[in-house]
């Protein structure tokens, strides 16, 4: 069985009708009209969505803008917390040097008396 021209000419001329009636039975034009309604909708809703997506990204660099000022703040207290500490540490080591000389000085005051009691009691040795 082989097809003539004239059948060709005729299946070339119904298939947009078939087609059309097979997708849902409407004609071609009420077709692309809803495909290009589709179409829109889509584009406003992907526009809606980047409008979104921007104000979440708007959020998230407010947030990040406050986590970073509140780890500034941080950071400033922990920094004067090191300075207090260098204070503590320069004034325990006054108070040590302090309590060195101290020593030192004692000592000597105890070095000076055995060797005074040393000398008396050589002395006292001598005059018996």
């Known amino acids: 069985m082989s097809l003539t021209q ?23 034009a009420v077709y692309e009209i809803e495909l290009r309604e589709r179409m829109v909708r889509v ?15 708007e959020q998230m660099d407010k947030r990040f803008e406050a986590m970073q000022a509140n780890m500034d703040k941080r950071f400033e207290q922990v920094e004067r917390r090191f300075e207090q500490i260098d204070k503590r540490f320069e004034q325990i080591d006054k108070r040590f040097d302090e309590m060195i000389r101290r020593h030192d000085r ?3 005051w105890l070095i000076a008396f055995i060797t005074t009691v040393g000398g008396l009691v050589v002395a006292a040795g001598k005059l018996w």
């Open 106 to 108: 004692h000592f000597l």
């Open 43 to 57: 584009e406003e809703e992907l526009k809606h969505q980047r409008e979104l997506m921007r104000q979440g990204f």
């Open 6 to 28: 004239q059948d060709i000419d005729f299946i070339k001329t119904n298939m947009p009708v078939w087609l059309a009636e097979q997708s849902l039975g409407k004609p071609p």
